[in-house]
């Protein structure tokens, strides 16, 4: 047996009988309720099965409040008498064709009334079905027409805002007088927000609500949302652009050349893209210039390419300006920033720009190192502990630190080795102390070992010669070695020379002339180099060597006497030479020698 689930009459059906049959009555049960059937047989042969049907409920009754919808009907039962198992509810539009009913009438409803919640405005009708065991019966007729009013939210300021906390305005239209209302963020169960009145006291409500702080500027719209199902929602808008929250300059590489500018702002930074364009820069210590830009999280860095100007970590004129730039500093909700010229917080540690050491007194012993930093120092920068000074030449140790401006100076007490004015394995380092070297603004300066620059001049430290077939004679091959406080420059004394001796008229003592490696003629103390009063010989083509890593400059008597050679003689005893450099001597770093005066007592060659 089958039954249609629209059929509202009786189905019947002709079983026709093979064999006479004896009138009775058979009860059918299939194993529903809805199933039940009567079969009765007639004087023909055939038997007439009678289905029960589900009838339609009657028009059902709708009322509102507010967008709250009552949907009433009367029950029904079965043909047979049997009580439905629930009902089914639709709603029309104006027109009549069925929409999608909300939270409270949906599914199976098993009273005979629903309230639906929400409804949206606008002229709707129900209609009702019933339900009996998996049948479904027909609709009823529809309920008489009920308009719910549209609702309708305006912010009326102020919008957009540009920080939170804030207070906006606005009017709320279409609630219903006495309905408690509440005000959310984003979705009408979104965050509860402050705000009054709590119930609405008119047709035209006017309304006040707090956005809180922590409120980004994503988009957000602001709900009310009505004990009586109305709901109404307004964009609000909020546009607050990432701020400036600190601008500063850096020495990076502490050089002494500004080479960063970081902007840190109060917003994670979108990816960027805009170059170098949206920036001004202006004064730019040393005359640096803007190479590049980059974001990472708040923070923008500014990079820039060093200036040939003076080294200096001075602010200065010094500024940085930002304009808007879509593709710019801006936040993930695209909101470009931008700020006026202003100078940036100094976070450039004063940095050594020449760091020199000397020898002022000429003696051959370092005992000073001057530093010009990149710009002046406070006043309290005299710890010596925070300095470290390595293979100090002679042996020198630290004994003192002072500044003045941007020199400071480092007094080392001279140490008791051999004379030594060159770098060599010297090597200065500072730690960073509150009490060291520092700027107005505080910031330490510090730095790895590094070797100073060598100011301090050559000077002579001893004289000394070989002697061929006859010590005290002047002999081609015979050399006079000198021997400096550091390696010379090569290049400052010619690849060959000339060596001279003459007897000057009268009762002077003899002299020697080294071209290029003594500083004119110079008194050898004795009288028996030369034999011959007020003569002259000597050794042109003298060649020029080096020894000890450039520290000694030796020059070897040439083969080939000029001038008054039958002279020569023999000097018997050792005699004061008085030794003074030529100035045109230098060493490596290009310091002049001394005028320093060196005697030995000797026998020449």
Known sequence: MHAHAERSSVATAWLTALASVVACVVFVSVGVPSAAAGYEATASGQVQVDAQFVPPPAAPVATNVGADVTVSWGAVTSSGGLPVDGYLVER????????????????????????????????????????????????????????IAATSLTITGPVPLSAVPATVTGTLDGFVTGETIEFRLDSPTGSLLAGTPTVVSSGSQPISVTIPSGTDDAPHSLFVAGSFGNVAAAPLPIVMPPALQSLTMHDVDADGRVDEVRAVFDDTLAPYAAGTAPWTLTNVPSGGTLDGVSVIGDTAVLTIAEGAGAPTTVVGAFTVALAANAAGVRDVNGHASSFAAQAPLDRAAPAPVTMVMLDPNTNGRVNRVTITWSESLAATTTNRTIWTLANVPSGGTLSSVSASGTTGTLTITEGAGALDTGV?????????????????????????????????????????????????RVQPGDTLSVLFSEPMDTSSIPAT????????????????????????????????????????????????SFADGDRTIVVTVGAACAGTCSAIATQTTAANFSFRAATTLTDVAGNLVTTTTRTTSIRLF
């Open 92 to 147: 029309l539009d104006a027109g009549g064709a069925p929409v999608v009913i909300g939270a409270g009438c949906d599914g199976v409803v098993a009273a005979t009334s629903c309230v639906e919640t929400g409804v949206p405005a606008g002229t709707w009708t129900y209609r009702v079905r019933a339900r009996f065991a998996g049948w479904t019966g027909p609709f009823g007729p529809a309920s008489g027409a009920i308009v």
């Open 424 to 472: 060599g394995a010297f090597t200065i380092a500072l730690a960073p102390a509150a009490n060291g070297p520092r700027d107005a603004a505080g910031n330490r300066s510090t730095f790895a070992a590094r070797a100073p620059t060598d100011g301090a001049r050559p000077l002579p430290v001893s004289v000394s010669d070989t002697n061929g077939a006859t010590d005290g």
């Open 497 to 544: 020379t000339t060596v001279t001796l003459t007897d000057p008229a009268g009762a002077g003592r003899d002299t020697i002339t080294i071209a290029g490696l003594t500083n004119g003629a110079r008194s050898t103390g004795a009288n028996n180099y030369v034999s011959t009063n007020n003569s002259t010989y000597s050794f042109a083509g003298s060649p020029v």
